[in-house]
């Protein structure tokens, strides 16, 4: 196949309730979402995963849009792609900028899908026809509310709870909400809050049976994880220090972490994605798909990754009216008892909602091969 048109849009949409972490608030979600022709007809999507601000990691909705127009946009158009591994090489020559080539290789995956005539989920080699859903609850203004809010999420069979966790907000909070809860599979994520400075604080954390601790110390780190995984009982997960293979081989190694979310963004796409996933599973780490607050083009494609046999904990993937009044997909995505049944049809399974997307775009602008 050869691509000979990409059309790049800016998407703003409201959120139904402010996501706050250790870092910060997002009341809008602001991403890119890519539409991407070959010469045969075929059209592929892929959503960016970058905030409008650096502070998940270094990469923007701006400097995506860069990335895209100035180099990754140039180097793809009008190449042979026989596999969507082939976009992984062609963008080699460029650094990181992991969530900007993500965007196309999702984009390419869904053309290749179709091509294939099969469902994504299918073409990724997933064997799950269902999956298992949890959520992740932003911080909230009380411990009350806290406890309120996870039972209401409790109650609509998500099957495990994460909540945020920062200095000044852990201990505390995962008691009372032990104590309401004392079975949820719960799990708390910091966001590089810590340093081992706080290793005392996040020993206490041992005694509330956590299903692990997601990225406790710093976003770029695995030697102090490693310090720390040794000195507690339950397990690190690691998010933001996992960029690539070679650094879930490196953490695995030193013992950095028990299990790895995996985001398709964060690791520049779903072929290493895969390729993590499988070097996880013949370590006998578990891993989970991790979320980006997706629209549903994003979420469509972590649906797909999550079918692959060694996501055995549920993912972030809520459904799409936990964050949207609309999705810019049909049908949006459902969550029922917790679970999302993988989609059955050609492609990504839903389609995108033209007239959402139109409404939600702010500005955009089309690429053609010269
Ligand atoms: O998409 C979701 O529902 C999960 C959201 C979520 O937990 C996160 C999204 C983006 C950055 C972080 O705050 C956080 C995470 O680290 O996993
Ligand atoms: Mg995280």
Excluded at 319 to 341: A, K, L, M, N
Aim: charged content about 25%.
């Amino acid at each position: 196949m050869k691509i000979n048109k990409i059309i790049v849009r800016h998407l703003k949409m409201p959120m139904k309730h402010p996501f706050t972490t250790s870092f910060g608030t997002i009341n809008d979600k602001s991403f890119l979402l890519l539409e991407v022709h070959t010469e045969e007809g075929i059209v592929g999507f892929g959503e960016c995963v970058a905030f409008e601000a650096p502070w998940y990691t270094e990469e923007t909705v701006k400097t995506c849009w860069h990335m895209l127009e100035d180099f990754l946009i140039p180097i793809i158009l009008q190449k042979d792609i026989s596999h969507p591994n082939d976009v992984t090489k062609l963008f080699e020559s460029i650094r990181k900028n992991k969530m900007a080539k993500a965007s196309i290789e999702g984009a390419v995956w869904d053309i290749y899908a179709i091509a294939s005539n099969q469902p994504l989920a299918k073409v990724l080699g997933g064997t799950k026809e269902k999956i298992d859903v949890g959520i992740s609850l932003g911080i909230q203004p009380t411990i009350e509310k806290q406890i309120e809010v996870v039972g209401k999420y409790i109650a609509e069979g998500y099957k495990r709870i994460k909540v945020k966790i920062k200095p000044g907000w852990d201990v505390e909070v995962i008691k009372k909400l032990r104590e309401t809860f004392p079975d949820v599979p719960m799990m708390a994520d910091a966001n590089s809050a810590y340093t081992l400075k706080d290793i005392d604080i996040l020993k206490q954390l041992d005694e509330f049976n956590l299903m692990m601790i997601e990225q406790p110390l710093a976003y770029d780190d695995i030697v102090d994880h490693a310090t720390l995984q040794k000195q507690l009982q339950t397990p690190i997960c690691l998010d933001e220090s996992i960029l690539s293979l070679e650094d879930a081989r490196k953490a695995i190694e030193l013992g950095s972490c028990g299990i790895i979310n995996i985001k398709i963004g964060r690791v520049g796409g779903i072929s290493e994605a895969i390729k993590i996933h499988d070097y996880c599973k013949s370590k006998g780490i578990p891993v989970w798909c991790g979320g980006m607050l997706e629209a549903g083009i994003g979420r469509a494609h972590n649906i797909a990754l999550t079918s692959l046999s060694n996501f055995v904990l549920p993912g972030d993937t809520a459904g799409s009216s936990h964050y949207f009044e609309e999705d810019i997909i049909q049908p949006e995505v459902v969550v029922e008892d917790g679970t999302i049944r993988e989609a059955q049809t050609v492609g990504i399974g839903y389609e995108p909602n033209r007239k959402a997307i139109e409404k939600y775009t702010v500005s955009s602008k089309t690429y053609n091969y010269i």
